[in-house]
């Protein structure tokens, strides 16, 4: 059997202030002509399938359109909902889709599998759904954090595995699983940017053993493929979608099950629309310098190192980069200060152009006025001199 792992769609994400609606329409439908390329059995959605709650309504249509797309290749399409989504407005058409699409977002069903079966018999896919802890602990005594839920899910589907495994009659049979979860799990690699309510440390953090038991776990939530284990892999986002992921390759993970479980699986590219790359230098050197030429049709956020914070930088980086999106004044060197505070600098200026200096050695990391500033100052305080003279 092959399974196309995929999560984190984010359907409706803006980067920067700028739409990532068609863009993303494009890389989808690369994904849908992948399935049908590699003969996919199974196609999985690990979470995160919008970006809000609350998606408008041309994200429904895109997501109705991608999942018709998948299932027409004649692959099954399980979706499971993430931290992101809205579980109800996720799930309200689950039993209106067709046949061959299967919406999983409720946790009481989190034991009971979609089962697709090959030339070796049944799978069992397990959709776990992004955990609430606290809506759950009614529920499921004891859940008070992501690890407990997970947990807990997971003890669901191997209760479930145990069963069919003492009802499938031959001692030693193999009863193949996949189970899909949207989670922090424990040895993913620091990242710089990590989605919101699910934390990188404490409580939150589910350790792999959680995930024992099954022959493949699909994982959504990190933006980057990570493989924490040979069957336990990250597939990341379609797009990027922070300055952070730029150097983290975009696709899918193309998993094989034979007849005793996982045989491994490798890694399908899906095409970039634009490059996302950090840029770092002087000012000057970036609005003209060739070493940055290559970088003129990407998304970039540029962090320039003057020791000064340059005037309107974003408007005239965008007349080389047309499609600089964030600027970071990051200066190389930071003057050290004289160990005063702010206040004691004011209280021991002894006129007004001492003031200003103080102000100015405040605001810019320690550099004060340069000349050409200092006799613009001196020709302003005489100007007022002279006018508060004649008044």
């Known amino acids: 059997m092959r399974i196309l792992h995929t999560s984190d769609w984010h359907i409706g994400r803006t980067f920067h202030g700028h739409s990532t609606f068609e863009p993303l329409r494009g890389v989808l439908e690369q994904l849908a002509a992948q399935v049908r390329e590699h003969d996919v059995d199974v196609v999985i959605v690990a979470g995160d399938v919008f ?173 980057g493929r990570q493989q924490l284990a040979p069957h336990i892999r990250y597939a990341g986002a379609p797009l990027h979608y922070a300055f952070g992921e730029g150097d983290k390759p975009r696709g899918s993970w193309l998993v094989e099950l034979d007849a005793t479980g996982f045989a491994g699986a490798h890694w399908l590219d899906l095409p970039v629309p634009r490059r996302v790359v950090t840029l770092r230098g002087a000012f000057e050197d970036l609005l003209a310098g060739p070493a940055f030429a290559e970088a003129e049709d990407a998304w970039v956020c540029v962090e320039y190192t003057d020791t000064l914070p340059q005037p309107d930088p974003l408007r005239r980086l965008q007349q080389r980069f047309a499609y600089c999106a964030k600027v970071v004044h990051a200066p190389a060197h930071v003057r050290e200060g004289d160990g005063r505070t702010y206040v004691e600098r004011v209280r021991a200026a002894r006129s007004d152009a001492e003031l200003v200096e103080a102000f100015l050695g405040h605001v810019r990391g320690g550099e004060g006025a340069n000349d050409v500033e200092r006799d613009l100052l001196r020709a302003v305080l005489d100007d007022r001199i002279r006018a508060e003279a004649l008044a």
């Open 51 to 223: 970006d809000s709650g609350t998606p408008a309504a041309a994200c429904y249509t895109l997501l109705s359109d991608t999942l018709r797309s998948l299932a027409d290749t004649g692959a099954e399409v399980i979706v499971t909902s993430g931290n992101h989504d809205s579980a109800a407005r996720l799930g309200f058409q689950a039993r209106l889709l067709r046949d061959g699409i299967h919406v999983l977002t409720d946790p009481a069903a989190v034991g009971t599998p979609i089962t697709v079966y090959d030339a070796h018999g049944p799978v069992h896919f397990y959709g776990i759904p992004f955990l609430e802890p606290a809506l759950l602990r009614h529920v499921w005594p004891g859940a008070r954090s992501q690890a407990g839920v997970l947990a807990h899910a997971m003890d669901l589907v191997r209760a479930d595995l145990s069963g069919r495994a003492d009802s499938a009659g031959a001692p030693g049979a193999a009863v193949r699983s996949v189970a899909i979860a949207h989670c922090f799990a424990a040895g993913v690699e620091p990242t710089p940017h990590l989605e919101r309510d699910i934390q990188q440390g404490g409580l939150d953090v589910v350790p792999l053993a959680t995930f024992d038991g099954v022959d493949y776990m699909a994982l959504g939530h990190i933006h």
